[in-house]
């Protein structure tokens, strides 16, 4: 004897398929949609672009850059990135920068970058003109809070440690780890970030040691 589905497992079977289409062709729809977050507009040599699907490309000035990219400088390269909101994001030499998240509009405005190693510098832009900046660059032993600034951060004596420098003094810098905090306030004045220690106390960077950093991230004009 042939037995026959009852109607109504049917319906529930179809509208299963119905409702499983609607979830893929939104999940699409998204992704479809997904805007860039910044641009690139130097680059000297070589810089990669890593997709959050796994994808790698050989970077191009005026190429797009998307949340959830990652960056990744060669020996020897520089890099600038502009984001939509104007900030600037400078990477040294065989640098790696995740955009863990980048979201400026007129309800929402966050921003969450994480560093893996060599070096960078942010000029803050439209995104930190509120009254609680959220934006924040996490490495591997630390957090660096921004509140709207200039500042360079990186592998600045050996890849064991973090050196973060504030250089100009209109905002704070909060740098932070599960031992401590510190605040840096006067242009000039730096810290460093080592393992299973807080933040050391915060002082005035030598000139020779400021050069040294900054030259990690200069770059010509683009």
Known sequence: MIKHRPMYKMM??????????????????TYAKAEPVAKVVF??????????????????????????????????????IRFSDSTVLTLS????????????SPN???????????AFRIVTGAITKTASP????????????IRGTDFWS??????????????ESDHTLEISNEFGK??????????????NMPPLSPRKWPQKKLDKALNLTQTEQP
Do not use: C
């Open 182 to 195: 510190v605040v840096l306030t006067q242009a000039g004045e730096g810290t460093t970030l080592k393992p």
């Open 43 to 80: 680059i000297k040599p070589k810089m990669m672009i890593e997709s959050d699907k796994g994808t790698t490309k050989l970077a191009q000035r005026g190429d797009d850059v998307f949340r959830l990219d990652t960056i990744h400088t060669q020996q020897n390269a520089r890099a600038i």
């Open 12 to 29: 529930r079977s179809g509208n299963r398929l119905i409702a499983y289409v609607v979830i893929m062709l939104t999940a699409f729809a």
């Open 93 to 104: 030499s065989d640098t790696t920068m995740h955009i863990d998240d980048f979201i400026f």
């Open 154 to 167: 990186g592998n600045l004596q050996d890849d064991q440690s973090i050196d973060v420098v504030l250089l």
């Open 108 to 118: 929402k405005k966050q921003a969450s970058f994480e560093f893996i190693k060599g």
């Open 134 to 145: 959220n934006f924040t660059v996490n490495t591997p032993i630390g957090t660096i809070g």
